[in-house]
């Protein structure tokens, strides 16, 4: 059980547009903390997609953009690619856990 | 290019050791802190320790605590993971990360390929 909870799955057409949720709660988003976004294609390493909620590094296509609001946060892909079918996980800070950096449990996102 | 690079993993038994290396190359190595992040097979991504730049503040997932030990070697640009005493459920691919020089827990920019760890029962 994940402290970031995503839906385990998604789906869209090419060209479509999807969302992807994460929801917290006050000991993490809704305490102010940033969140950032990864996506994972099959058989590699994470890849930094999306950080502090909006910002997307460079290489990225503004096809992904993030959001935040409340305890919450969403992942918005447009113009859907074959090539975009992966896992994307949120991750954020958590005041409760000793750790502090805790991740979602992960989406995986399958192009129609 | 920036890179890490993990070695270390392999097949060990349960109550074994085993010590992670991640070679870093082509940035500052001593300004970033590091995390290693681990994947069980099938699942998803579990933060497992994090450490400063310099070495002097440590923190690690309630699940590997007292046994796993994180460590850097910034003359080498190095970031280490000492495991021990480990369980069946340790099984996981294990990746280095570095934190973005930015806000407070700010996000992972860089990864390694992984490195994977089995541990028989």
């Known amino acids: 059980q994940s402290v970031l909870t995503q839906p385990p799955s998604v789906s869209g057409a090419p060209g479509q547009r999807v969302t992807i949720s994460c929801t917290g709660s006050?000991?993490?988003?809704?305490?102010?903390?940033?969140v950032h976004w990864y996506q994972q294609l099959p058989g590699t390493a994470p890849k930094l997609l999306i950080y502090i909620n909006t910002n997307r590094p460079s290489g990225v296509p503004d096809r992904f953009s993030g959001s935040k609001s409340g305890t919450s946060a969403s992942l918005a892909i447009t113009g859907l690619q074959a090539e975009d079918e992966a896992d994307y996980y949120c991750?954020?800070?958590?005041?409760?856990?000793?750790?502090?950096?805790?991740f979602g449990g992960g989406t995986k996102l399958t192009v129609l | 290019e920036v890179q890490l690079v993990e070695s270390g993993g392999g097949l060990v038994q349960r109550g074994g050791s085993l010590r992670l290396s991640c070679a870093a190359s082509r940035f500052t190595f001593s300004s970033h802190w590091m995390h290693w992040v681990r994947q069980s097979p099938g699942k998803g991504l579990v933060w497992v320790s994090r450490i400063t730049s310099d070495g002097s503040s440590t923190k690690y997932a309630d699940s590997v605590k007292g046994r796993f030990t994180i460590s850097r070697d910034n003359a080498k640009n190095t970031l280490f993971l000492q495991m021990n005493s480990l369980r069946a459920e340790d099984t996981a691919v294990y990746y280095c990360?570095?934190?973005?020089?930015?806000?407070?827990?700010?996000?992972?920019?860089?990864w390694g390929q992984g490195t994977m760890v089995t541990v028989s029962s």
């Open positions: 990360a570095r934190e973005r020089l930015g806000a407070a827990a700010d996000a992972f920019d860089i």
């Open positions: 006050s000991s993490n988003i809704g305490a102010g903390y940033d």
């Open positions: 991750q954020s800070y958590d005041t409760s856990l000793s750790g502090s950096r805790v």
